[in-house]
């Protein structure tokens, strides 16, 4: 059985830094997007990573801001987000799809597996 387990929300500031992890059990190769939802909005997409982590994707808000990367050995994947905003501000979710993957998506169609979710809270 595939669980999915997020940790490293919390309270920022605007300006500050957090990194969430997305720690996968049950599944040896899969993609696996960053997705959130602010109260009133509809989910949106945010990052995601290919399985042989050749491929990644960002939604045009957070690039060059946001980082999602891989360890393979601890199968876990990581969303570094640096330079919050209160934007941010919303219930982040890792999803895998669970199968080898060249090229991912953050679409929620082709994800299988969702974690529980993590707070963010970007305010002064």
């Known amino acids: 059985q595939v669980h999915l387990v997020e940790s490293g929300g919390g309270l920022v500031q605007p300006g500050g830094s957090l990194r969430l992890s997305c720690e996968v059990s049950g599944l040896d190769y899969h993609g696996l997007g960053w997705f959130r939802q602010a109260p009133g909005k509809e989910r949106e997409g945010v990052a995601c990573?290919?399985?042989?982590?050749?491929?990644?994707y960002y939604e045009e808000s957070v690039k060059g801001r946001f980082t999602i990367s891989r360890d393979t050995a601890k199968n876990t994947v990581y969303l570094q987000m640096n330079n919050l905003k209160p934007e941010d501000t919303a219930v982040y979710y890792c999803a895998t799809e669970n199968q080898y993957i060249q090229f991912c998506a953050i679409v929620d169609g082709p994800y299988d597996t969702w974690g529980q979710g993590t707070q963010v809270t970007v305010s002064s």
């Open positions: 990573i290919s399985t042989n982590e050749a491929n990644t």
